[in-house]
């Protein structure tokens, strides 16, 4: 990340984490076997298949990598450093940006999910999409 490529959008809130974020959950901390997570995810599993799983539990389907902006569908980003433990979650915002919490820090806005790539987040493994409902 660069001070050009991102931009903070909260304050730092340690209830929180980047997959709760994901997940629209400013309530709980999502980490398998510490913190709150959802019921279908196994209490010993950080694996990039259990994160899967847990997402598709919300309503989420594979769409690969393909992170361009779907009218009627909210995308997350799934990340993981080259093995098999995920390490961050970004959600696609309405307008095109992606949003991330970074761990007890803050949310930021940035253009891509590859602008926070690399280091301790790794890299996107898979995106996956879920409808939005029709607005009453």
């Not at 599993?45 to 989420?60: K, N, T, V």
């Not at 433990?85 to 761990?103: E, I, M, N, P, V």
Request: glycine residues 8%.
């Amino acid at each position: 990340m660069t001070a050009t490529n991102h931009r903070d959008t909260s304050p730092a809130d340690r209830r929180y984490n980047c997959v709760a974020w994901a997940a629209e959950d400013t309530e709980h901390w999502w980490e398998p076997g510490v913190f709150w997570s959802p019921q279908d995810w196994p209490v010993d599993d950080s694996g990039i298949g259990a994160l899967e799983r847990a997402f598709l539990s919300l309503g989420y389907e594979d769409c690969g990598t393909n992170w361009s902006l779907e009218p009627g569908y909210l995308k997350v980003a799934l990340y993981s450093s080259g093995g098999f433990t995920y390490t961050h979650a970004a959600r696609q915002l309405s307008s095109d940006k992606w949003t991330s919490k970074l761990g007890k820090s803050v949310e930021i806005e940035h253009d891509t999910p590859d602008v926070v790539a690399g280091g301790l987040y790794g890299e996107v493994v898979q995106i996956m999409r879920k409808a939005i409902p029709p607005s009453e």
